[in-house]
């Protein structure tokens, strides 16, 4: 088969451009009197999803017309499937922060070859921090290669599920209670700054929570997987994903995974459990 037209580079380029300007149509509602409703799995969204998500398919698509499309706020489209590289887009990550007028919302933008995440893109617009990376490269805040803020002395910081942390604390584990920011993405890619040291999952995320953070994590040398199945794959027909942990100091695997195991068990057994909160 042969090789694409456009490298991984370009399309972070295009990403990123189109992050900043989904950020300014999405920075346009935000505090202000936006239009919201809750879908049928319980969770909510804006009319500022609905306006992103259409900016974006419109110009990446536009840019890439052969790329498949799995976006938070589209209608799926089995046709993605077929696609080698596919668009897995979240317009805005932290709906429930972004209505509540909490500023570490997030645009999270993949492109996703082959199941694997080759180039990614969480912005959070109101804070000023764009957080990328390209397959095989560096993650990046602002543009420069992003460094992880030691926390010398201090005890791990790890936000996490209350079930879980009820189980963490049973298995003597030594830690705080990390705050929990209403962008998953966000939360995921603080593990690579070193603002947070692990972060638990619940069962039930989806691709387009994760997919731009897993590429940010792994360029960062943070450990990111599925408790049970390891390194999670993308664009596939169940796009749903288990419980997930994310490390930077891998002596805390073995309790932060039992614990989510014991909280969730392997593998899914209800779509009951997969709403996230």
Known sequence: MPDFPTSHAEDLELLRSAAVAAGIIAAGYFRQDVKSWKKENATPVSEADILVDRYLAASLLGARPDYGWLSEETVDN???LACRRVFVVDPIDG???FLRGEDSWTICLAVVEDGVPVAGVVYAPVRDELY???AGGTARLNGQPLRRSRRAGALPLIPAPGAVHQQMQKAGLNYTRGPVYSSLAYRLVQVATGRLDGLAVRRGS???DIAAAALIL???GVD???VCS???RFNKRDVRHGALAALSDMSLKPVV???LIDVYGCPETSDADLAIS
Do not use: N
Request: charged share 20%; no cysteine; aromatic share 8%.
């Open 257 to 259: 995974h039992a614990a």
């Open 224 to 226: 990111f997987a599925d």
């Open 78 to 80: 089995p046709s993605r």
């Open 95 to 97: 709906t429930s922060g």
């Open 206 to 208: 989806q691709d387009w």
């Open 132 to 134: 990328d990376a390209i």
């Open 218 to 220: 792994d360029a960062a």
């Open 230 to 232: 390891g390194t999670p």
